[in-house]
């Protein structure tokens, strides 16, 4: 299965609502992003308790609130400015699009548009089960489990049944998902891929995605991708 979109991050100081972040996935924090630079995520609420909600971007199936630092006409593109804030883009990387004009202090909805993959139906040769790391054969339209330490091409969302699987392909960085685990993988760890497409620490393997909490061997992790 997805998981939403919302993630709990720790922060090292207090931050606002409606600001671009920036993930450090090793220490399992967020920051406001820097002028310029394409953030990870949008904060959905203020900081508590040093933790922060946070939603991950990259996709185009939701809009979201920011606060604008300056004129933002419709339908231009924002980048990040000041404190994670919104400003219209003037060379920088493009952090969404204003779906209306904003003025400095007012809050802007943003949006993206750009290719998000979905849920997809493959053929299996053998029965696969959920929450593993597949690789894609295209020539033959067919899923297995990614070989130990190379780089998955999607995670399976439920058992396969009659021989076809529903799997996510992993180019989207929107969503957070939930993977088998094969050992101990601390919180903000590099994630790799085991035996049987199960998530392991990663010892200089290709890179799978990054884990969200501790685990150990046996607990189902959950998974993101900056």
């Known amino acids: 299965m997805i998981q939403s979109v919302n993630l709990t991050f720790k922060v090292a100081a207090a931050l606002s609502a409606r600001r671009f972040v920036t993930i450090a996935p090793g220490t399992d924090t967020v920051a406001y992003t820097a002028e310029d630079q394409k953030p990870d995520g949008i904060t959905i609420a203020e900081s508590d308790a040093l933790t922060i909600a946070v939603k991950l971007l990259d996709g185009n199936q939701d809009s979201y609130f920011f606060d604008a630092e300056g004129v933002i006409a419709l339908g231009g593109q924002v980048s990040v400015g000041t404190d994670g804030k919104g400003k219209a883009n003037a060379g920088g990387e493009t952090a969404c699009l204003a779906k209306g004009a904003t003025v400095s202090g007012s809050v802007g909805t943003g949006y993206l548009i750009r290719e998000v993959s979905k849920p997809m139906t493959f053929i299996t040769a053998t029965d ?5 790391f597949v690789t894609l054969t295209a020539a033959t339209g067919t899923v297995a489990y990614t070989v130990e330490d190379a780089a998955p091409t999607a995670i399976t969302l439920i058992g396969s049944v009659n021989d076809t699987i529903q799997v996510q392909m992993l180019s989207d960085n929107s969503k957070d998902f939930v993977y088998d685990v094969e050992d101990t993988i601390a919180a903000g760890g590099v994630v790799g ?3 049987a497409g199960k998530g392991k620490a990663d010892n200089a393997s290709a890179d799978a ?11 189902i992790g959950v998974g993101y991708r900056v």
Not at 209 to 219: G, R
Request: glycine letters at 6%; proline letters at 0%.
């Open 209 to 219: 995605c990054v884990n969200k909490a501790d685990v150990v061997a046996l607990d």
């Open 128 to 132: 696969l089960v959920a929450r593993r």
């Open 193 to 195: 891929v085991g035996t």
